[in-house]
Nanobody, 117 residues
Framework: QVQLVQSGGGLVQAGGSLRLSCAFS????????IKWFRQAGGEQRELVAS???????NVADFVKGRFTLSRDSSKNTVYLQMNSLKPEDTGVYYC???????????WGQGTQVTVSS
């Protein structure tokens, strides 16, 4: 299992920026990808971005150009930088670790992001 601890998030005005962190530890030898999801209200969780252990990154079209990923291998931490935030970006953001089969290895505790108009 992989343990993930999230930090960051909070309340920001539209157009502002936030950075979310996801620090991982534990049994990471089978870990292939860290994914960021978000869930708003009673909606389904949606994939926002992902980064593989090789550094390949992918960002959903609806946040492309505004959200970027980075990582600090020395800290076992992945970051989601969110710029030009919109009210529709409001939700609980989760990071998750996955193996190369796409099976979940662990989840972060979630962090609330609220963007006011």
């Amino acid at each position: 299992q992989v343990q993930l601890v999230q930090s960051g998030g909070g309340l920001v005005q539209a157009g502002g920026s936030l950075r979310l962190s996801c620090a991982f530890s534990g049994t990471t030898d089978t870990m292939n990808t860290i994914k960021w999801f978000r869930q708003a209200g009673g909606e389904q969780r949606e994939l926002v971005a992902s980064i593989t252990t090789f550094g390949f990154m992918n960002v959903a079209d609806f946040v492309k150009g505004r959200f970027t990923l980075s990582r600090d291998s020395s800290k076992n931490t992945v970051y989601l930088q969110m710029n030009s935030l919109k009210p529709e970006d409001t939700g609980v953001y989760y990071c998750g670790a996955f193996d190369h089969f796409g099976s979940s290895l662990g989840w972060g505790q979630g962090t609330q992001v609220t963007v006011s108009s």
